[in-house]
């Protein structure tokens, strides 16, 4: 059974088991050093291109910094980039946790999106506090929905979860376009870019800043949907019977098969899960942000979540922490490239190198830890 | 809707057309997952290689310059694969990940800084399209495959070749040997870390070859994110084509045609319905998941698939 092993990289099993929310922070601030050194490393190497293409670095970083959290608004704008991040995040940590790779956290996202935006245009006449349980019902549904599918060619059929995902994400990319250029859910009169009916207003979340504290600001109610989230992860991976056997199945599915857990109907039940939180993402973008879904929105969400997942530490806060950084390079990447003229895709260097510090990292600790340990995230297939 | 919209000759040709790329990736993930390492870095290869062969072809106006760099451009990104998966051990595909966002970032930075908005220039040397002059009397075969790119030719002679190199001469033979059963392979004397590093340095090439296709054989310029996930439908169109060059082409029509169809359809009704054009571009994705799954045909990856290995005695 070697396809129910568990991936080599930060995958469960880092840390002790069944931390309170105290421990789990001491462990993240004791165990900090490599995400950090990562992140170092990325923006050194981030500065050498910056230097390589003639301009300056620090230039370049203090743009960025002023950018993400210059002013109260850049605080605001940098947050409501961190929410969609910390719901994807925790979509791809719960499934590492549990020994599976979600790289489909994307289209899960989207698949949320698209059930949230359905319902919220559908019964838009209703009064708020009906169809807000409704479209937040459906996001999630819609996410697990396509999680799940994930799940159970795992479970039923072997297939593994990396390329079902990859070949999800842009299974419902095809189907947006359909959706949103010329099929049932496009818009009458939408100008420019495919899009969706508007939601109706009490599919809105509300902003929470009011203007006379930040002017125009976009920070939304949906950071309270992010924050119960992360305690969610949190309650149900260390509080509950269920998260228990997540977890014991991420540390070793034959063992748990042993003591009397399923691990195939585990992953199943972990696939959804997870899609449920990048669907409530999804979900999320369209109340909070957009008001509608916009065909190819939210470009990379749900990639730059395995990072965020990773740098995380697959801990509740290492990845709210791993969120706001992302969510800092995202909106401050805009303003480095407006006001010190350097492109904002610099800021994608550094996440890749973050990422890539991170997968050699945990090698070369594995390497002088244990040599005969773990197996790596199985074959592409 | 007509016969001509969906098997006239101008839709045949874009079949091919529109398979090189795929195919030139599913090659490369072909080279590299028989030797044991899982490369989804070909869409970062593919791209670096666009980009790369664009900004050389626009340095030197030497084309074989500019198709040497694409080339080099894939193979360098490939050998960051090579020393994470096979030198350090890393994860594989978080590896790959890395690279294809780095690939992404890194074109579109200096796409930036060196173009500005204003695009590549509109001058660069190209690769031509072969002429087949003696099929222009001849009707269909003349319009599908008389005015091809010199790479569609290449990428098939590079099927044929590698087809003949994986599964009838004595160096596929122990390829394949490392990407099944590595231990035994290396018991008989075959470097498995030498082989794994020329797999994995082959596909980035490979990828990269359908990169210079794209921006240097038929678009004639690079936009940012141009490869727009061929790499990733070339990891499927491998895997449809269970792990042989051969079956990758074939797949590789088989998506492309699709994506022809997606074109020649655009508009077309049948009895007063439109049809639904875009849900096309999903089969390639839908395909594979069946086939991976068991339920068209069978397929089965290389059994040391995407596990590091590490030489006895090393520990």
Same mark, same amino acid.
């Given at each position: ?36 050194? /990562? ?55 719960? =499934? ?19 059930? =949230? ?49 990859? #070949? ?16 049932? #859910?496009?818009? *009458? ?6 899009? /969706? ?27 309270? !949907? ?10 149900? !991976? ?9 977890? =014991? ?8 098969? *042993? ?68 969510? =800092? ?6 303003? #480095? ?6 492109? /904002? ?37 | 809707?007509?016969?001509?919209? @969906? ?53 030197? %106006? ?39 966002? @780095? ?17 590549? +220039? ?5 690769? +031509? ?9 001849? +009707? ?79 678009? %004639? ?92 005695? %090393?520990?």
């Amino acid at each position: 059974m070697t396809q129910l092993q568990q991936p080599a990289t930060t995958g469960p099993g880092t840390e002790s088991p069944a931390p309170s929310v105290g421990q789990l922070t001491f462990q993240w601030a004791a165990g900090p050093a490599i995400p950090v050194l /990562s992140v170092a490393i990325a923006l050194v190497i981030g500065a050498v291109f910056v230097l390589l293409s003639g301009n300056d670095p620090v230039a370049a970083y203090s743009a960025l910094v002023q950018g993400a959290f210059g002013t109260p608004y850049d605080i605001t704008e940098t947050l409501v980039s961190a929410i969609p991040l910390v719901l994807t995040g925790l979509a791809v940590a719960v =499934a590492f946790r549990t020994g599976l790779f979600n790289i489909g956290a994307q289209g899960q996202l989207l698949v949320g999106a698209l059930a =949230a935006g359905w319902a919220g245009a559908q019964f838009a006449t209703l009064p708020g506090f009906l169809l807000m349980p409704i479209v937040i019902l459906l996001g999630i549904t819609g996410g697990a929905f396509y999680g799940g599918i994930v799940g159970l060619l795992k479970a039923l059929r072997g297939v593994n979860e990396v390329i079902t995902t990859i #070949m999800l994400n842009y299974t419902i990319v095809f189907v947006m376009h359909w959706l949103l250029q010329a099929g049932p #859910m496009t818009a *009458q009169n939408a100008f420019g870019t495919p899009a /969706s009916t508007p939601i109706g207003a009490g599919a809105r979340l509300p902003v929470i800043i009011p203007n006379e504290l930040v002017l125009f600001s976009r920070l939304h109610a949906g950071i309270f !949907l992010a924050a119960l989230a992360v305690v969610v992860f949190w309650f149900l !991976l260390w509080r509950t019977p269920l998260g228990y056997q997540l977890r =014991a199945v991420g540390l070793g599915a034959r063992a748990a098969a *042993q003591a009397g857990i399923d691990p195939a109907l585990h992953m199943v039940l972990v696939m959804a899960i997870a899609g449920g939180f990048a669907g409530l993402g999804g979900m999320i973008e369209v109340s909070g942000v957009f008001g509608r879904v916009y065909d190819g929105f939210s470009s990379s969400y749900g990639f730059d979540a395995i990072a965020v997942a990773l740098l995380g530490k697959n801990s509740p806060l290492g990845i709210v922490f791993a969120a706001l950084l992302f969510g =800092a390079f995202v909106h401050g990447g805009a303003y #480095m490239q407006s006001h010190a003229g350097i492109s /904002s895709n610099l800021v994608a260097i550094i996440q890749a190198f973050v990422l890539f510090v991170i997968a050699a990292e945990t090698l070369v600790r594995s390497l002088t830890r244990r040599r005969h340990g773990r197996k790596p995230v199985e074959a592409i297939a | 809707m007509t016969w001509e919209m @969906l098997v006239g000759a101008s839709v045949l040709a874009a079949t091919l057309r529109l398979a090189t790329p795929i195919a030139l990736a599913a090659l490369g993930g072909t080279m590299s997952e028989r030797s044991g390492v899982v490369n989804i870095a070909l869409e970062g290869s593919m791209l670096v290689g666009c980009f790369f062969g664009v900004v050389v072809a626009d340095r030197s %106006h030497n084309i074989w310059l500019a198709l040497a760099a694409a080339l080099l451009a894939g193979l360098l990104l490939a050998a960051l694969h090579a020393y994470a998966s096979i030198t350090l051990r890393a994860d594989q595909i978080v590896s790959g990940m890395a690279l294809n966002i @780095l690939a992404l970032g890194l074109t579109t930075y200096l796409d930036y800084e060196m173009y500005g908005t204003t695009g590549t +220039p509109s001058d660069l040397v190209a690769v +031509p399209d072969l002429h087949l002059t003696f099929l222009n009397g001849i +009707p269909y075969v003349g319009t599908a495959i008389g005015d091809q790119n010199w790479i569609v030719w290449v990428g098939l002679l590079l099927v044929a070749a590698l087809q003949v190199f994986l599964f009838r001469t004595v160096l596929g033979l122990r390829w394949r040997a490392v990407g099944e059963h590595p231990r035994a392979a290396e018991t008989v004397g075959v470097n498995v870390r030498r082989m794994r590093y020329a797999a994995v340095l082959a596909s980035g090439a490979l990828a990269a070859l359908g990169g210079a296709y794209l921006s240097l054989g038929v678009a %004639h310029s690079f936009t940012d994110g141009m490869t727009g996930g061929r790499g990733f439908i070339g990891l499927a169109a491998m895997i449809f084509g269970r792990w042989t060059p051969v079956g990758a082409l074939g797949a590789s029509l088989i998506f492309g045609y699709g994506n022809a169809l997606s074109t020649s359809l655009q508009g077309a009704t049948v009895g007063g319905v439109r049809l639904p054009v875009q849900l096309l571009g999903t089969l390639p994705y839908i395909l594979t998941i069946l086939a991976v799954a068991g339920f068209v045909g069978r397929s089965r990856a290389p059994a040391a698939d995407g596990l590091p290995y590490e030489t006895e005695g %090393h520990a």
